[in-house]
T-cell receptor
Framework: SQQGEEDPQALSIQEGENATMNCSYK?????LQWYRQNSGRGLVHLIL?????REKHSGRLRVTLDTSKKSSSLLITASRAADTASYFC???????????FGKGITLSVRP | DAGVIQSPRHEVTEMGQEVTLRCKPI?????LFWYRQTMMRGLELLIY????????DSGMPEDRFSAKMPNASFSTLKIQPSEPRDSAVYFC????????????FGPGTRLTVL
């Protein structure tokens, strides 16, 4: 099964609303990363949060990490139509040190 | 910087043919990754290199798949012979040393095996 699993699988919101996406994982990690993928394109790195960090901001993005619950959330504030994309969380496993991606969340922002 | 460059962008071939995908990583990046993305299985790591040396190829599905990195600026992923189930989008990504850093993805190669 996936190390990182996102939920919901799909999210549809109105422009201007906030979008919250969650990621859960099973074993301890060194860091957790969020990526965005626009249709027909490669993944683009959004933000990296280390296991000793609890919250990180980048522009309209806010990422939290709760290592006790083994979960992370990505919040996009004041969403725009251009935020429509798939969002992936990726976690590393200290044991084998490679990045594992979840199945992704499809976000649709209606203008 | 031009980013990670992949070629071709699209490839349509017939079952049994050899397919070669190419990747040029970002200059100065020491790690290179090959991924495969399908609707059913999501994004799977096939193999990654550090300093041109293959580190983990446990994701390579079978012996029909092989990857090389002859120098720091070029890598290939070869499938021989190709099968319809190999149809997917193949991504190359690169990063500064190690898998824990952010990865920069190329635009991908969409492979269709008929």
């Amino acid at each position: 099964s996936q190390q990182g699993e996102e939920d919901p699988q799909a999210l549809s919101i109105q422009e201007g609303e906030n979008a919250t996406m969650n990621c859960s994982y099973k074993t301890s990690i060194n860091n957790l990363q969020w990526y965005r993928q626009n249709s027909g394109r490669g993944l683009v790195h959004l933000i990296l949060i280390r296991s000793n960090e609890r919250e990180k901001h980048s522009g309209r993005l806010r990422v939290t990490l709760d290592t006790s619950k083994k979960s992370s959330s990505l919040l996009i504030t004041a969403s725009r139509a251009a935020d429509t994309a798939s969002y992936f969380c990726a976690t590393d496993l200290p044991a084998n040190s490679k990045l594992t991606f979840g199945k992704g969340i499809t976000l649709s922002v209606r203008p | 910087d031009a980013g990670v460059i992949q070629s071709p962008r699209h490839e349509v071939t017939e079952m049994g043919q050899e397919v070669t995908l190419r990747c040029k990583p970002i200059s100065g990046h020491n790690s290179l990754f090959w991924y495969r993305q399908t609707m059913m299985r999501g994004l799977e790591l096939l193999i990654y290199f550090n300093n041109n040396v293959p580190i983990d190829d446990s994701g390579m599905p079978e012996d029909r798949f092989s990857a090389k990195m002859p120098n720091a600026s070029f890598s290939t992923l070869k499938i021989q012979p190709s099968e319809p189930r190999d149809s997917a989008v193949y991504f190359c990504a690169s990063s500064r040393q190690g898998v824990l850093n952010e990865q920069f993805f190329g635009p991908g190669t969409r492979l269709t095996v008929l």
